[in-house]
């Protein structure tokens, strides 16, 4: 989820690790049940605060023109893997799950997040209800439209 929400996976292990950390320190005495429901809802809340602070970063990096040394490509991202067998299989997967990362990404937020936290997290409704500070029914509502946008357009790949 991170990794979707930041697009970087340094930045992604970065949020996970303090949504953690913050969770041990903060949720440690709470019961085991209640874990997985409080760690996604303090990992929205570091996205969220992410997503503040890049917005902000982007801005000064307008004015003064500046642009992060990652921004170049990975050399390594371009060997090929020579354990797969199957290689256009390979590819076609790859390719519809860069169009199922790239839907997802045209979600609103709170549809995005219920989905995640039901399909990817495995979480059930009362689960992803807490996690996300709202109600049932919302969840339901929420996961719906999101199921419903992301078969529009991933129609192709399925």
């Known amino acids: 989820m991170a990794r979707l929400a930041t697009g970087n996976a340094d930045d992604a292990h970065d949020i996970v690790q303090d949504a953690m950390l913050t969770l041990v320190r903060s949720y440690a005495k709470?019961?085991?049940q209640e874990w997985g429901p409080l760690f996604y809802t303090v990992l929205q809340?570091?996205?969220?605060?992410?997503h503040r602070r890049n917005k902000v970063r982007n801005r000064f990096r307008?004015?003064?023109g500046g642009r992060d040394e990652d921004d170049a490509a990975d050399p390594l991202q371009n060997?090929?893997?020579g354990r797969s067998p199957n290689p256009s299989g390979r590819l076609q997967d790859k390719q519809a799950m860069a169009a199922l990362e790239s839907a997802i990404h045209t979600l609103p937020a709170r549809q995005q997040q219920a989905f995640l936290l039901r399909v990817w997290e495995g979480l059930?409704?009362?689960q992803t209800a807490r996690a996300?500070?709202?109600?049932?029914g919302s969840v339901k509502t929420h996961y719906s439209r999101a199921v419903?946008?992301?078969r529009e357009q991933l129609e192709?790949?399925?």
């Open 30 to 32: 709470r019961s085991e």
């Open 45 to 50: 809340s570091r996205i969220a605060d992410w």
């Open 62 to 64: 307008v004015w003064f």
């Open 79 to 81: 060997i090929a893997d």
């Open 124 to 126: 059930d409704v009362a």
């Open 132 to 136: 996300m500070k709202c109600s049932q």
């Open 148 to 150: 419903h946008a992301l």
């Open 156 to 158: 192709d790949h399925l």
